[in-house]
Nanobody
Framework: EEQVVESGGGLVQPGGSLRLSCVAS????????IFWTRQAPGKGFEWVSV????????RYGDSVEGRFTATRDNALNTAYLQMDSLEPEDTAVYYC???????????????????WGQGTQVTVSS
């Protein structure tokens, strides 16, 4: 079964850091670009970042540029999102998505071939 599983979420104070992990199984990880997207309560999905299959190309959404860093280790079938200088506005469920199509947006759930995780909650609060 093709799947990605996120972990690393939790409660953190403003200004703090968290590192999310996304572990892939059941497919050839280094053929897929990895996206991070998030959904705050009552809002739609907000694209956070993309890292290309080889880890060379990276882009970030405007709200996280300069604070978040996406990396991946293809030998471990794992992608990471390092989140620094967290703000209350970063509170959301964070999802890892694997897709063969490179874009600067959240890959649709309904699009064939996209692999979504279950999400991990990140709460930034004092």
């Amino acid at each position: 079964e093709e799947q990605v599983v996120e972990s690393g979420g939790g409660l953190v104070q403003p200004g703090g850091s968290l590192r999310l992990s996304c572990v892939a199984s059941g497919f050839t990880f280094d053929l897929y670009h990895i996206f991070w997207t998030r959904q705050a309560p009552g809002k739609g999905f907000e694209w956070v970042s993309v890292i290309s299959e080889d880890g060379i190309y990276k882009r970030y959404g405007d709200s996280v540029e300069g604070r978040f860093t996406a990396t991946r280790d293809n030998a471990l079938n794992t992608a990471y999102l390092q989140m620094d200088s967290l703000e209350p506005e970063d509170t959301a469920v964070y999802y890892c998505v694997a897709s063969r199509l490179l874009r600067l947006d959240t890959p649709p759930r309904t699009e064939t071939g996209n692999i979504w995780g279950q999400g991990t909650q990140v709460t930034v609060s004092s």
